[in-house]
């Protein structure tokens, strides 16, 4: 259940002339709540913990028609996670003719950063973020592209997305420096160095024309003189497919690393919506990180049940070889959420 508060207005002036035009402005929200623990076979460095957490994110948006008869949408996020207070996801998109959508603004354009195997609740390498702490290359790199991910549509850019009739869309994003999210000082300070990087996506994603399939297939790159992102590759590709109760899929990623490393992960998932409230889902991701000598293996089982206005998930996740070494994790994440 999604309640939405809609605020209507008129378009006045010059708009007027070619007769009263209308935009809606809607105002939504999310809120999830989790308790996330971990224990590990490791030194005390990484030592068993566990602990509440929170997101909550409030969506501003406008939509409607401009003078010319095109369409647009624009909007903005505030988000906070637990102690973190940030705007995010500001964006002006303009529908052009021919299914042309023309995207400008920062960490709004379809991301590259996720995969699209089935799952109930939490990707991988969120149910097993600990490990993230602790310098994993592979549970970031799977869905993330590693901490010192290239980020190309996080960062202020400009985008073009084109629909291909029934098949689904392709997309290009084009960032002239990695990690701008927009200037403190607004639109007076714009940052011309010649060492910081730009970055490039380009993806397809769509059913191919078969009801149920789900196709993604991308590529991201990233240029310039900063070490941790110079020369910095990732690919993404996958296949998912539902039907009626079940559906499963599976992703494979790729991530060059600056260092010259490779990380190199699959990823496969099955879910069973058990009833209309129940649903079930367990996934595997096996890694294989050029300098390690171990693969890292992910094994993840969730329970998700649907209370309408409120929805709650158990997620467990073991770990074998963390980050390609020898130590062993084991996670598990409760949440409860709700939109409006």
Known sequence: MKNKLLLTTAIAGSLLASGVAMAETKITGSMDIS???????????????????SETQLNISNSGELNNGM?????????????TDAFENA?????????????FGSDHFPALDGTITPLVS????????????AGSETISGLAYFNGSRIDAVESQGVGVIQQLGDIGSARIYYADQVGNTGSTT???????????????????????GVEGLKVLAGAEKSDGATAALQDRKATNYGVAYNFGQFAVGG???????????????????????????????????????SNQTRDEDITMATVGYNLGAISTSVTYSQVENTAGGATDDDFFNVRIGTKF
């Open 186 to 208: 607004g639109n007076d300070t714009v940052n011309h160095a010649e060492t910081n990087n730009s970055a490039i996506q380009y993806a397809f994603s769509g059913n191919l």
């Open 251 to 289: 992703s494979k990623v790729k991530n060059e690393l600056s260092t010259g490393v490779e990380v190199k992960s699959k990823e496969v998932g099955v879910t069973f919506a058990a009833s209309d409230n129940l649903s079930l889902g367990i996934a595997y991701a096996t890694s294989d990180i």
């Open 91 to 103: 964006y002006i998109d303009i529908n052009l003719a021919s299914g042309t959508t023309l995207s």
């Open 71 to 83: 369409s647009y949408a624009a909007g903005f996020s505030m988000e906070s996670d637990s102690t």
């Open 35 to 53: 308790y996330a623990g971990r224990s590990s076979d490791a030194n005390a460095g990484r030592a068993s913990s566990d602990g509440f957490g």
């Open 122 to 133: 939490l990707a991988i390498d969120t149910a097993a973020g600990g490990s993230t702490g």
